[in-house]
Every structure is written in structure tokens, then in C-alpha cells.
């Protein structure tokens, strides 16, 4: 089981940035970043290996958001750049805490994942 805070959210103009935090717990698992706005569904932004050499992105943030992780904090990041009112959304951090198949880490889909966090707000003002 992974414990996970999320912090780093806020207010911001449009092509602002942003850089999330996700602090854990236990051991060190595969994660994704994922958000989920009003009326929509949660989907997923990024995914990170538990080394941090591997990493994906959906494609409506590639090229803005980075993911990265200092296992040694037990910290998980997003930093979010060139930021875009449909970024809008709530954002929660969670683990794969199997064994991380990269397809599923790929695919990002919520039911593949677990111990979520309480999420940290994001909005951006056009």
C-alpha cells in the first residue's frame, strides 16, 4: 500500500507553469499522474517507471508537461509549462502496486492503479 499527498497546485494565466508534487510512502512503485475536470472523466497525463528512465505522456500535454521522480524523496513531479485553460482540472498522483506491465503503464487507464491521493487543484485563467 502507497500513501500519497499531493501539493503545488493553484491559480495561473494561461501560459503560466506549474510544478505538482506527489510525496509517497512505502515502496517504490511505477506511477502516473492523472486529472479529471468537471463532468469529465479521470484520465491520465503521465507515467513513470519506478526508475524513472521510462515515461509517457498523453498526447494533449506532450511537449508542456514533464514527469519526473527523486525516489531518494520519495517524490513524484509534473511540472507543467505553457499551461491552457483546458488544463483545468483536479490532479491526483497514484501507483501500479503489482508489477508494473508497461502497457498498463502506457495505456495510463485509472482501474489499472491504486492508492490515490487526495488531489491538488489546478486552474488556468484565459
Known amino acids: 500500500q502507497v500513501n500519497a499527498v499531493e501539493s503545488g497546485g493553484g491559480s495561473v494565466q494561461a501560459g503560466g507553469s506549474l510544478r505538482l508534487a506527489c510525496v509517497t510512502s512505502g515502496a517504490t512503485y511505477c506511477m502516473a499522474w492523472f486529472r479529471q475536470a468537471p463532468g469529465k472523466e479521470r484520465e491520465g497525463v503521465a507515467s513513470i517507471t519506478s526508475g524513472g528512465k521510462t515515461t509517457y505522456y498523453a498526447d494533449s500535454v506532450k511537449g508542456r508537461f514533464t514527469i519526473s521522480r527523486d525516489n531518494a524523496k520519495s517524490t513524484l513531479y509534473l511540472q507543467m509549462n505553457s499551461l491552457k485553460p483546458e488544463d483545468t482540472a483536479m490532479y491526483y498522483c497514484?501507483?501500479?502496486?503489482?508489477?508494473?506491465?508497461?502497457?498498463?503503464?502506457?495505456?495510463?487507464?485509472?482501474?489499472?492503479?491504486?492508492?490515490w491521493g487526495q488531489g491538488t487543484q489546478v486552474t488556468v485563467s484565459s
Open positions: 497514484a501507483a501500479i502496486t503489482g508489477a508494473c506491465v508497461l502497457s498498463r503503464l502506457r495505456g495510463m487507464l485509472p482501474d489499472g492503479f491504486s492508492s
